[in-house]
């Protein structure tokens, strides 16, 4: 069974402002998380969530294995994300 992808409404704000094909590229890799997240995500320090990468962008997740929900709360510019959390 495979992992539903869920965004919070400023994650899914945010891709809407960015370029067309860059938010696009980025969908596509998120969507790579359904079948096996943990192939794609690392531990981040500190924090109970993950990180996934995707070029210069950043998101911190969060994994339910009993639901099988991944969801993305934070994406932003790596200069950025680890402020922001």
């Known amino acids: 069974m ?16 960015l370029e067309r094909d860059l938010s696009v ?3 596509q890799r998120l ?3 359904k ?3 943990f192939r794609f995500l690392e531990h981040y320090e500190g924090e109970k969530c993950y990180k996934f ?3 210069d962008y ?3 997740i969060d994994v339910d294995q ?3 929900i991944v969801f ?3 994406l932003d510019h790596r200069k950025k994300i680890y402020k922001n959390k």
């Open 25 to 27: 590229r980025i969908k």
């Open 53 to 55: 990468r995707t070029g």
């Open 72 to 74: 993305v709360r934070v």
């Open 2 to 17: 495979s992992y539903k992808i869920r965004l919070h409404p400023k994650v899914d704000k945010f891709l809407n402002k």
């Open 58 to 60: 950043r998101a911190l």
């Open 66 to 68: 009993s639901r099988k």
């Open 31 to 33: 969507a790579m998380l």
């Open 35 to 37: 079948n096996a997240p």
